[in-house]
T-cell receptor
Framework: DVKVTQSSRYLVKRTGEKVFLECVQD?????MFWYRQDPGLGLRLIYFSYDVKMKEKGDIPEGYSVSREKKERFSLILESASTNQTSMYLCASSLEGYQETQYFGPGTRLLVL | GNSVTQMEGPVTLSEEAFLTINCTYT??????LFWYVQYPGEGLQLLLK?????DKGSNKGFEATYRKETTSFHLEKGSVQVSDSAVYFC??????????FGQGTTLQVKP
């Protein structure tokens, strides 16, 4: 069965902290994605990666960076968390190729105080 | 540019009622279209998809038809159950593989 896991379901951080959100998939997928989900805005793509050490900006990359050192793991980094980054963060993965279905993790709800 | 617009929720229905959630899109070319569902406390799951005009996607009693002439992909189900209560997202896939999502529609089904 397809499985995407995220390191935390809930996270509370303070403004200015460095925050790491981890995502792991066990399906040997090439593509991995980070989205944020906000009420009334749906999901918006932050970054994605199509291979180890490869990354590409999505629609809202400002304030975020990513790391993919191993195929199964994709990290989202908030260098200096701000209150407007309070959101639900969803990771997804898919096989290589733009027609493949994306599989989502359960999400991390981040609160920045 | 590409965009997806869904009807605003929440939608509240009684069990066994007929469901329609409207979705329209703006896109260049011929995108693939999707409905994803998010049950409480979970991530998104693919519910159904259609890859070309007039295709009908179906799963778990839900259906949606890709209508190019009206740029729509409305989700329907003939008889909803309490277990269908969730947030439903319409999405299109650009030719780069990236998904664009609508804002989501919350469905609440009461017994």
């Amino acid at each position: 069965d397809v499985k995407v896991t995220q390191s935390s379901r809930y996270l509370v951080k303070r403004t200015g902290e460095k925050v790491f959100l981890e995502c792991v998939q066990d399906m040997d997928h090439e593509n991995m994605f980070w989205y944020r989900q906000d009420p009334g805005l749906g999901l918006r793509l932050i970054y994605f990666s199509y291979d180890v050490k490869m990354k590409e900006k999505g629609d809202i990359p400002e304030g975020y960076s990513v790391s993919r050192e191993k195929k199964e793991r994709f990290s989202l980094i908030l260098e200096s968390a701000s209150t407007n980054q309070t959101s639900m963060y969803l990771c997804a993965s898919s096989l290589e190729g733009y027609q493949e279905t994306q599989y989502f993790g359960p999400g991390t709800r981040l609160l920045v105080l | 540019g590409n965009s997806v617009t869904q009807m605003e929720g929440p939608v509240t229905l009684s069990e066994e009622a007929f469901l329609t959630i409207n979705c329209t899109y703006t896109a260049t070319g011929y995108p693939s279209l999707f409905w994803y569902v998010q049950y409480p406390g979970e991530g998104l799951q693919l519910l159904l998809k259609a890859t070309k005009a007039d295709d009908k996607g179906s799963n778990k009693g839900f259906e949606a038809t890709y209508r190019k002439e009206t740029t729509s992909f409305h989700l329907e189900k003939g008889s909803v159950q309490v277990s269908d209560s969730a947030v439903y997202f319409c999405a299109l896939r650009r030719n780069t593989g990236k998904l664009i999502f609508g804002q989501g529609t919350t469905l609440q089904v009461k017994p």
